[in-house]
């Protein structure tokens, strides 16, 4: 950049230097040549002016690189957690964010810090998302005797994010364990009712051996019940066997319909109760089969959840940042060559100038014009 200035100026010096000549046609171009060596005898001539401007201007260099304090860098990162949804969204989108941070969270914390630490500094904090990430960075720069404010500063803006994260989170999380309790206590439910079907299931065995012994005293009785009748029938005649005779076919009758309604309980009713006990508990541990996965999503969810949280802490950077003190004073000695040129080129062109309007008689046009007109 510097470069470039200089031959600006070079050409500036030739047009000058081009309007400066009298005369002839002829003469006027060739006295438009300018070559290098008339610029050295002009910066020559002029060369106490010329050091006299680089010198100021490393002087005024020199103080401002005196004067102005080393700045570093301080800077925190913030990852933004994310809500207890299945597929883990965050909290804030980071543009989202990075508006609240901009526009909330710095304006607040700067205004308490203020009113509790009034001075005249005036604290500058910015906030960024870098491209394509998901966290916000803040970033100041300041001196180092500034250091435990700023650090400070940013790590109250952070905890301002975090504990408003924090409640969103909270809310939901807090809602989802009630959800979560809800289920646990229906799944509770539905294990008691499937011991109860269990105790069922066992009843239904021990009625059914109950069933099997008493079919089998009714069968004892209805054959006993048959050898006294054939007894009877050989023994006993008249009216008297005959009645006898009587309550012997009654009593068998009688075990016969206890022995049919056994076996109708032993073989038809039990085998349907043990099917709708199958049936009940086989819905039963279908039902806590789906509780337990309501119970599995929903800490599936409380375990997405992330709270937004400081990557690192608020840190100072190793080395100083923004322009160093060479390079104000190599910025200074770079501009004063150039303004010292252009000052040592532009007082010789005011005295040829003045130079010219003497030869001419005062105030006398030059001739060059009148030939002109």
């Given at each position: 950049m510097p470069v470039r200035y200089l031959l600006l100026f070079f050409i500036i010096l030739k047009l000058f230097h081009m309007s400066d000549s009298?005369?002839?046609?002829?003469?006027?171009?060739?006295?438009?040549?300018?070559?290098?060596?008339?610029?050295w005898l002009i910066l020559c001539r002029r060369k106490a002016v010329f050091f006299i401007v680089v010198g100021v201007f490393l002087f005024l260099g020199i103080?401002?690189?005196?004067?102005?304090?080393?700045?570093?860098?301080?800077?925190?990162?913030?990852?933004?957690g994310s809500t207890v949804d299945q597929e883990r969204?965050?909290?804030?989108?980071?543009?989202e964010l990075l508006a609240k941070t901009r526009e909330s969270y710095i304006p607040l914390v700067l205004h308490e810090h203020a009113k509790s630490e009034p001075d005249d500094i005036v604290y500058q904090i910015n906030a960024r998302v870098p491209a394509g990430s998901n966290i916000i960075v803040l970033e100041s720069q300041a001196p180092e005797s500034l250091a435990n404010t700023y650090l400070k500063l940013q790590a109250e803006i952070v905890d301002k994010i975090v504990t408003d994260h924090r409640g969103i989170v909270e809310v939901a999380r807090l809602g989802l364990n009630i959800d979560r309790k809800a289920i646990q206590l229906k799944l509770s439910e539905l294990q008691d009712r499937a011991k109860l079907f269990v105790k069922?299931?066992?009843?239904?065995?021990?009625?059914?051996?109950?069933?099997?012994?008493?079919?089998?005293?009714?069968?004892?009785?209805?054959?006993?019940?048959?050898?006294?009748?054939?007894?009877?029938?050989?023994e006993v005649d008249g009216t008297l066997g005959a009645m006898a005779l009587m309550v012997l076919d009654n009593?068998?009758?009688?075990?016969?319909?206890?022995?049919?309604?056994?076996?109708?309980?032993?073989y038809i009713t039990l085998p349907n109760q043990r099917d709708d006990l199958k049936a009940q508990l086989a819905d039963n541990k279908r039902a806590q089969a789906r509780q337990g996965q309501l119970i599995e999503e929903i800490d599936v969810r409380l375990s997405n959840a992330r709270e937004t949280k400081a990557i690192v802490p608020p840190m100072q950077s190793l080395?100083?940042?923004?322009?160093?003190?060479?390079?104000?004073?190599?910025?200074?000695?770079?501009?004063?060559?150039?303004v010292g040129?252009?000052?040592?080129?532009f007082i010789e062109f005011i005295a040829n100038v003045r130079s010219q309007i003497n030869n001419n008689g005062g105030g006398t046009v030059p001739s060059s014009i009148n030939n002109q007109g």
């Open positions: 009298t005369g002839k046609e002829q003469t006027y171009c060739n006295r438009n040549e300018v070559s290098l060596v008339d610029l103080t401002v690189s005196l004067i102005t304090p080393t700045k570093y860098n301080y800077t925190t990162s913030i990852e933004i969204e965050l909290i804030d989108s980071p543009g069922k299931s066992v009843r239904l065995d021990e009625s059914a051996a109950l069933l099997v012994k008493q079919i089998q005293e009714v069968n004892q009785l209805i054959e006993m019940a048959e050898k006294n009748r054939e007894k009877a029938v050989s009593e068998t009758q009688k075990n016969r319909v206890r022995l049919a309604a056994f076996e109708e309980r032993l080395k100083p940042v923004g322009t160093g003190k060479k390079l104000i004073i190599i910025l200074s000695i770079v501009l004063g060559v150039l040129l252009f000052l040592a080129f």
